[in-house]
């Protein structure tokens, strides 16, 4: 009887309670009205599922009392439906053409990058198109840094070593390098004549000169005249013997000359050059002290410091605060 009356009695309380919740008179000072109610019932299925779904709609049935029901179109009905698709996925972009290549050579490299590589120095010398020339190429308006992307990855492939070169990688290769490549420039072959002449030709500015080197005891006549009388100055002297005094061979070989154009110093380094070239011919071993000498570079103010042991002076900028 006392367990009845309890039950009860927390009923009633708990009725109370919510209702003087849910009622908007009832005012709590301090906190913020809610006008939501606290709910003892369980959850009704037709309130958790209160959203309604679209009807699915079918395509509509064929009707194969057609005679043309189901069947391919052809002939007029198949051109007037037609329409053409572009063989590149590229074509609507701005450059279609690099964005094929750039496709093209990155797959080539995810295919080919586990495949051995040689290293940068030892990889084939190829001289590749540049940006303008690739431009006429394509017609594009192609940027410099995706190019130089594009070089990247063409230097990659070409450092597969040469035994296992794929020939798709060749032939993808062929269409960014040049049409004269430094392999097919071959030098004229030289050699001493049957009078034990070797012969060199130089050439610095408007001066060219040709010079004769034979075994003798230090002879050197140009144009016909000898060193002293062709060239007024020490430093022209020098400058054009320059490549037998720093070998040691003043006295083992007889130089003639022929030089034309420009001026005596000119004349001289011209001479430099040519001298060079036909020792070259007589003793091929001594090319790395030729190099070491600056008389087989084209620069002549390399000769000069390498002569002198003069070094100019590096000029500083007008704004470095001194």
């Not at 990155?106 to 290293?119: C, D, N």
């Amino acid at each position: 009887m006392a367990r009845g009356e309890l039950s009860g009695s927390l009923r009633r309380a708990i009725d109370l309670l919510g209702r003087a919740y849910c009622s908007p008179a009832v005012r709590f000072p301090n906190t913020i009205r809610h006008s939501r109610c606290l709910s003892t019932t369980t959850s009704r299925c037709a309130e958790l599922t209160s959203e309604t779904h679209e009807k699915f709609t079918a395509a509509p049935p064929i009707d194969f009392s057609k005679p043309d029901a189901g069947r391919p179109k052809t002939g007029k009905q198949l051109l007037r439906t037609l329409r053409v698709v572009p063989a590149s996925p590229s074509y609507f972009s701005a450059k279609p053409t690099f964005n094929d290549d750039w496709v093209a050579l990155t797959a080539l490299l995810r295919k080919f990058a586990t495949l051995p590589t040689v290293p940068l120095p030892e990889a084939p010398k190829v001289a590749w198109k540049t940006i303008d020339q690739y431009r006429i190429m394509t017609n594009e308006p192609v940027k410099t840094l995706r190019y130089h992307k594009m070089l990247h990855v063409l230097r990659r492939l070409n450092r597969i070593h040469s035994s296992l070169m794929p020939q798709e990688v060749l032939v993808a290769m062929q269409r960014y390098k040049k049409d004269t490549q430094p392999s097919d420039m071959r030098p004229n072959p030289v050699f001493v004549d049957e009078a034990g002449r070797a012969k060199g030709v130089g050439r610095r500015k408007t001066s060219s000169a040709v010079a004769w080197l034979v075994e003798g005891e230090g002879e050197v006549l140009i144009n016909g005249k000898t060193l002293t009388d062709f060239f007024g100055r020490v430093h022209d002297r020098e400058s054009a013997v320059w490549a037998l005094k720093a070998t040691q061979r003043l006295d083992k070989y007889n130089v003639f000359a022929l030089v034309r154009g420009g001026g005596v110093t000119g004349q001289a380094e011209a001479l430099t050059l040519a001298i060079a070239k036909a020792l070259l011919v007589h003793e091929p071993a001594l090319k790395p002290a030729l190099r070491r000498a600056g008389t087989v570079t084209r620069d002549p103010r390399k000769v000069e410091r390498k002569k002198t042991g003069h070094v100019k002076a590096r000029k500083m900028p007008t704004w470095v605060k001194r």
